[in-house]
């Protein structure tokens, strides 16, 4: 059974996923969750250590939908491909009503300054290493060019992960999933290694 | 000398780079502008309208500090890159605190209901119709090649500008310029027309 530290946070993470923190009041959550304000208050100690308690829970809701299953693919490209193919809409699929909460507070909290933002940072620093871990791999492997740079790569990744978000979310553009895959598809091509040509001994 | 009115609104835009929309309160924005706050209700008759005559103001802000002098760069991919390189980073060059007003209010409201969101949608939708615009010059001149999906490259175009944003603005990647520069090269090449081969006549 759900306990109430996790419905408070599940509740939160709806309104995360919809209306980004700036939603999430002390008072909407409590009625939410059902729980009365000093009932909410005795789980957190303060409105920010709340809303970093929201992004970990998202964090691990983009594991277990995201990442977990990816692993089971193989190493190299083709976990790259299950990753994004997890990865772009998860929000959506894990039953969140809106986008993913933490991109959403990236653009949020971008300019401003204390623990939630840095947290945000780091978070987005982790999962920028991970990526590149996994292009590395598929670099290792042979299944993508030996002088690819990794970070260029996810750089350019986390872009059309945002421009999937923003014309499914904003625009709701029905080939949104079908431009998110054209664009992974064209940077995949652009790092294979070379083949030799064909003719040539 | 500015008028009341453009006060608010360019104090209310400095908030709206920050901060976000949800940013904005009344009680706010009439401190930071000098004015009650039954002297700003006198200029607005919703925070709505409030929000969209602010969404205005960025609009009218690109359009000077991005698009007027882009538009004198040669038709076709001159313009193009012209463009491009004045919007990538033009919230903080036009002397806003933050970054682009725009693309932040786009992912705080893409899951709203109300004129404020569908107000946003049609200015990402023009934006991109006009970039569009400037894709299409550059292939019927010849620039890019013939068979080209200008709505994809655009789609990308969008990703580069998000992933700036992000690294520039969350990340404070000193690198967030060369990788934006970078990625954007690398959509150019890959839409070049195909040259004739070295040696074949």
Redesign the interface.
């Known amino acids: 059974m759900e306990s109430t530290h996790q419905r408070i946070l599940g509740r939160g993470l709806e309104i995360v996923?919809?209306?980004?923190l700036?939603?999430v009041s002390l008072g909407g959550l409590a009625e939410r969750a059902e729980l009365s304000k000093s009932g909410l208050f005795a789980h957190f100690r303060s409105k920010e250590e709340l809303q970093i308690e929201l992004l970990r829970a998202a964090e691990e809701a983009l594991r277990r939908e995201v990442v977990s299953p990816a692993m089971e693919a193989p190493k190299g490209l083709p976990r790259l491909r299950a990753l994004v193919g997890r990865w772009l809409g998860w929000a959506s699929r894990s039953g969140l009503?809106?986008?993913c909460p933490l991109?959403?507070a990236?653009?949020?909290?971008?300019?401003?300054e204390g623990p939630v933002?840095d947290y945000?940072?780091e978070s987005?620093?982790e999962w920028s290493g991970m990526l590149r871990g996994l292009v590395g791999d598929a670099v290792a492997l042979g299944h993508l060019r030996e002088d690819l740079d990794a970070?260029?790569f996810v750089?350019?990744l986390?872009?059309?992960?945002?421009?999937?978000?923003?014309?499914q979310?904003?625009?709701?553009d029905p080939e949104a999933d079908t431009?998110a895959r054209?664009?992974f598809e064209?940077l995949i091509a652009?790092s294979l290694p070379s083949r030799p040509e064909i003719g040539k001994e």
């Open positions: 996923s919809e209306r980004g700036a939603g009503p809106g986008g991109y959403g990236a653009f949020e909290l971008d300019d401003a933002r945000l940072a987005q620093e970070a260029q750089w350019q986390n872009g059309i992960y945002l421009s999937h978000h923003l014309s979310r904003l625009m709701r431009r054209a664009a064209a652009s």
